[in-house]
C-alpha cells in the first residue's frame, strides 16, 4: 500500500491533475487553493519554491494575477512518484 503523498508534492500532482503542462494551460495559485482547501499564500509559495527548484514555471497574466504550470522536469517528478 503506498503512503500519502506529502502536501507539497499534492501541490504538483493537482497542476497535473488540471492538465496545467504549458503556458497556455497555467493556473492560478487561486485555482489550486481553492481545489486543495488550503491558502492561497501557502500554495503560492509552494509552487514558488518548485519554481526555484526547476519543476515548475510562472507568469503574470493580462489581468495581473500569476500563473503556474509544470514544466518537464515537474511532469517528469509527478509521474515518478507512482513508478
Excluded: W
Excluded at 503506498?2 to 496545467?20: G, I, M, S, W, Y
Excluded at 495559485?29 to 482547501?37: C, N, P, S, Y
Excluded at 519554481?51 to 500569476?66: H, L, P, R, V
Aim: glycine content about 6%; aromatic content about 8%; some cysteine.
Amino acid at each position: 500500500m503506498r503512503e500519502e503523498l506529502p502536501f507539497p508534492d499534492k501541490v504538483l500532482q493537482t497542476l497535473h491533475n488540471l492538465c496545467a503542462t504549458a503556458a497556455d494551460l497555467a493556473r492560478r495559485g487561486e485555482e489550486v487553493a481553492r481545489i486543495l482547501q488550503r491558502d492561497q499564500n501557502e500554495i503560492e509559495g509552494i509552487l514558488d519554491k518548485y519554481k526555484s527548484e526547476g519543476f515548475a514555471e510562472s507568469f503574470i497574466d493580462n489581468e495581473g494575477k500569476k500563473r503556474y504550470y509544470l514544466n518537464a522536469r515537474g511532469i517528469i517528478k509527478i509521474c515518478s512518484l507512482f513508478t
